[in-house]
């Protein structure tokens, strides 16, 4: 089994930041794309940022120049900082990872994974 746990979620001021981790554990062979998506009340669900194994980020326009999306492949944790945080960032926000795992007959093959949430409130 995997799993995806999310931390660092909170209730912050406009102007603050937040740094949000997500650790993958289980019976992984390898971590492909990593990312984080947010899903504010009424809304659907959007994707932030990605990140591949090697490294290459993509962002939502919304959230360009004030949050960084990063991972360290030793740990299989994707973090995302979040500066400069405005009402408009509040939401649930979910790390997903496309996850390499092996199969009885000696080959991997990719599954998604979803972590449990964490929320993320600012205040104006």
């Known amino acids: 089994q995997v799993q995806l746990v999310e931390s660092g979620g909170g209730l912050v001021q406009a102007g603050g930041s937040l740094r949000l981790s997500c650790a993958a554990s289980?019976?992984?062979?390898?971590?492909?794309?990593m990312g984080w998506y947010r899903q504010a009340p009424g809304k659907q669900r959007e994707l932030v940022a990605g990140?591949?194994?090697?490294?290459?980020?993509n962002y939502a326009d919304s959230v360009k120049g004030r949050f960084t999306i990063s991972r360290d492949n030793a740990k299989n944790t994707v973090y995302l900082q979040m500066n400069s945080l405005k009402p408009e960032d509040t939401a649930d926000y979910y790390c997903k990872a496309e996850i390499l795992r092996a199969t009885n007959w000696g080959t991997v093959r990719p599954y998604d994974y979803w972590g449990q949430g964490t929320q993320v409130t600012i205040s104006s």
């Open positions: 990140i591949t194994s090697g490294g290459d980020t």
């Open positions: 289980g019976s992984i062979f390898s971590i492909n794309t």
